[in-house]
């Protein structure tokens, strides 16, 4: 079993906060900075100075840090070799400028004889003695003990068992030899019912997403931590009075009532809610700037007098105000407070306060009337000519943690957000490298990289960084499958390996078993399989982010591929090859090739002279280089920015056609279409696509439309040109102008923002030549569903009805897409 971090923070905030002192008595000269000769413990006679050295980093040779040193009293206490106050610090600093650090020290002399757990049904003993930390044979420790009893019933009641009790009931003297708790278990209690009640002017549905207290869904459905537990009730509490203050009820209260079952076996838990008035704001000030002038700050401010207060407006002006700074290379906290209006109810001023390098006491023009309220937004810093104090450069880059990955991999993704050395130090800049590191996946998510400032000398402008990163497991397997009415069904299985190295090969079995073999290089391997009613493919990729420790990337992957149409079956092996560059935030580059044998066959008697011209095996080689920016604030459920894509691709080989591809699509939201807390937002999209090629194209590289994502109320390769045989079959033959768009809105219909209703208007053609003759019109509506189980894609249901069609169509009323399942 491993103990819970937060049960070690609780022992060791118990034993430090008995009244121990940790900060250093000097006599003397102050010994920061200066050399250590030496560290002396006093009194002890249980632990020899080498076991009390190896938990120390303040040592003989080393120089004197007072937060070091503090920190060396905590792990010293938290062995539980002295008393809570039992380790004092005394320093001398000789003549040669030396220091010498006396530890004055208490040992505990009783040792733990053994250690009993009185009442304890439903959790074993191994378990207790891992929470609590005490083993026979160990140091006693009074205070240690009580924390231990606390530890212990913070745990049963996390299990639900909301009326258990732990007492001490020996190991309250230093003078006791044995550790014994006496435990009251009691019943584990559900909860029946979670509400919010009493909201006049907020959905109770949308406050109510702020509770992590789970309930049984319709009363009958139970979920896994649906326990009772108090601690839990108290922190939801919370979240729901910082949700209304945050939307501007700066005096909303909250009470919660628990009403328990006849039988103690369940809970009804009610927020009651009183909400209070809405406050707006009076005025705004900017204080403490020195380095730069207000003018250019007050235009980053978007909070407005006589609106709403509004926290989340309040903490995007301080990002802004933090960036304005930091990308000159000044690091700055900016704190926002608030101060009500005397004689004026429901009203506050807003201050943004600003501590600039080298500021003092809150900086000049700090505001001297004491808040009602302060929040600090430590947020990145963005831009401004500076009025004195030259900005800070990167000094030295030091990374740390990383076992299996090279260095390099990871300067790359700092060299991305602009973290080189000598280079001016743009703050906001730490935050992209700290989310670069994290999206490449190598890293482990439960303690994300950092990246971190450290002062190199005194008053120097040159600044250290220091990247923290924790490797993880890098490999996965993982089998998912999907099933929508384009494709039918298809399962996926796939091994991906995040972290590979194609030079990394292994020497012995230990490389294998250290998990070196293969992988360090930051580059990605990928071996993928669709099996399906009607397609599959199977492709193997390898992709080198930094190719050369370049902004380039290189991609290659070879693949299979094979699809049954009513027309005929198609089959393509082949291979591309893809270098690509980002040239900023938004732009990213590319060329690709492709090598492919297509295979067409299984073709009908009667298939026209469109399809069978192409009949059997054709070599297909392509060069196709393209443009592509997207500014989408989310990939999934994007409510603003666009996605525009310009490519052109020329084929070679049996044939030589020109392809070429444009499509724009763009998201629209606004601001009086959402709730209050920024949730909720109806969603407007418009697309278009045009793609043309030349008469020649064969008719595998032709453009079909119709079904999900193309013009729905048509099936799949149902809209374009068509011709009929001898015996009156109808076969597709495909166009060489397609003209494909789209309009759609989407409204929440829950407060979750987990069930959307869309309604949309898809228009467009598919024509043998560059003209618009033929032009379809469908209109219909859908849902999309958001299933966290299921993976990211919405599952999406669609009607919709074709309002202009030709005779050759083919209607579908019904489009939809579901992932199936999925797992590693």
Not at 462 to 467: E, L, P, S, T
């Amino acid at each position: 079993m491993i103990v819970r971090p937060a049960y070690l923070g609780l022992l060791a905030l118990a034993v430090l906060g008995c009244g121990i002192s940790v900060g250093p008595i000097t006599a003397g000269e102050s010994p920061v900075g200066k050399l250590i000769a030496d560290v002396v413990p006093v009194n002890n006679r249980l632990h020899p100075k080498e076991h009390i050295l190896s938990q120390m980093q303040m040592r003989p040779g080393k120089t004197y840090d007072e937060a070091q040193m503090n920190e060396d009293v905590r792990k010293l206490i938290a062995t539980k070799w002295f008393a809570p106050d039992g380790v004092q610090v005394e320093t001398t600093v000789s003549g040669d400028g030396k220091v010498t650090i006396y530890l004055k020290l208490i040992e505990l002399n009783s040792v733990v004889d053994s250690v009993e757990f009185i009442g304890a049904q439903h959790i074993g003993k191994d378990t207790l003695l891992q929470l609590t930390g005490i083993r026979k044979g160990s140091a006693l420790n009074p205070a240690f003990n009580e924390a231990a009893a606390q530890i212990i019933e913070n745990k049963l009641k996390e299990d639900g068992r909301a009326y258990a009790t732990c007492r001490l009931m020996e190991g309250t003297k230093i003078t006791d030899k044995r550790v014994v708790f006496n435990i009251v278990e009691g019943p584990v209690v559900k909860v029946s019912r979670a509400s919010i009640r009493g909201c006049q002017q907020t959905s109770s549905g949308r406050v109510s997403t702020q509770l992590t207290i789970k309930a049984p869904l319709y009363g009958i459905i139970r979920f896994i931590n649906d326990k009772y537990n108090v601690l839990q009730v108290e922190d939801d509490k919370k979240k729901i009075i910082n949700y209304f203050h945050k939307l501007g009820y700066l005096e909303a209260r909250v009470q919660e009532e628990v009403i328990p079952s006849r039988d103690l076996s369940s809970v009804e838990i009610i927020f009651h809610v009183d909400e209070g008035a809405v406050y707006k704001v009076r005025e705004i000030r900017l204080e403490g700037n020195k380095i730069f002038t207000a003018e250019p700050l007050r235009r980053l401010i978007e909070l407005k007098q006589g609106e709403r207060y509004d926290r989340d407006v309040i903490a995007a002006d301080a990002a802004r105000i933090k960036n304005y700074y930091g990308y000159r290379g000044y690091y700055v906290v900016c704190e926002e407070q608030w101060i009500a209006v005397a004689g004026k109810p429901g009203f506050v001023d807003v201050i943004y306060q600003l501590l600039e390098p080298g500021a003092r006491d809150g900086g000049a023009g700090a505001s001297k009337t004491p808040p009602v309220r302060r929040v600090s937004h430590q947020v990145p810093l963005d831009d401004g000519f500076p009025l004195q104090r030259e900005p800070d450069r990167i000094g030295r880059i030091e990374i740390r943690g990383n076992e299996v990955t090279m260095d390099r991999v990871i300067r790359n993704e700092l060299g991305m957000a602009g973290i080189r050395e000598g280079q001016v130090l743009q703050y906001p800049s730490l935050e992209v490298a700290k989310l670069n590191l994290y999206r490449r996946g190598i890293f482990d998510m439960e303690a994300p990289p950092t990246v971190e400032v450290r002062q190199s000398d005194v008053d120097s402008t040159f600044k250290d960084v220091i990247v923290t990163v924790k490797e993880t497991r890098t490999g996965q397997f993982m089998i998912g499958g999907a099933v929508n009415s384009n494709s039918g069904l298809t399962g996926n299985i796939a091994i991906n390996e995040r972290n590979f190295d194609i030079l990394r090969v292994p020497t012995s079995l230990d490389d294998f078993l250290n998990g070196r073999a293969f992988r360090g290089a930051g580059q990605e391997l990928r071996l993928e399989a669709q099996p399906g009613t009607l397609y599959q493919r199977y492709t193997a990729t390898f992709r080198e982010p930094y190719l050369f420790n370049t902004n380039y990337g290189l991609t290659t992957s070879g693949y299979y591929y094979n699809r049954g149409y009513a027309e005929y079956d198609e089959n393509r092996v082949g291979a591309r090859v893809s270098l690509d560059r980002r040239l900023d935030l938004y732009w990213r580059t590319n060329l690709t090739t492709r090598i492919e044998d297509v295979n067409i066959k299984n073709l009908p008697i009667d298939a026209p002279d469109a399809i069978t011209r192409d009949r059997g095996h054709s070599t297909i080689v392509g060069i196709r280089p393209g443009i592509t920016r997207d500014s989408r604030d989310s990939y999934v459920f994007p409510t603003t920015g666009s996605v525009f894509d310009l490519a052109y691709e020329q084929l070679l080989g049996d044939y030589t056609v020109p392809i070429g591809t444009a499509e724009f699509t763009k998201f629209f939201s606004s601001e009086y279409l959402q709730r209050k807390d920024g949730s909720g937002k109806h969603v407007f999209a418009l697309r278009s696509q045009v793609s043309a090629t030349s008469s020649d194209a064969p008719v595998f590289e032709r453009f079909f439309a119709g079904g999900f994502r193309s013009i729905r109320g048509f099936s799949f390769r149902g809209v374009g040109p068509a011709s009929y045989s001898a015996y009156g079959n109808k076969y597709f033959t495909g166009g060489t102008f397609s003209f494909l768009n789209t309009m759609e809105y989407q409204i929440p219909l829950n407060a979750k923002d987990s069930l959307f209703f869309v309604t949309f208007l898809d228009h467009g053609t598919v024509e043998q030549s560059i003209a618009i003759k033929d032009y379809r019109v469908s209109a219909g509506f859908g849902f999309r569903v958001s299933i966290p189980a299921l993976g990211p894609v919405p599952v999406a249901f669609d009607f919709a009805f074709p309002l202009n069609r030709t005779d050759t169509d083919n209607k579908q009323v019904f489009a939809f897409y579901i992932g199936l399942f999925g797992g590693q």
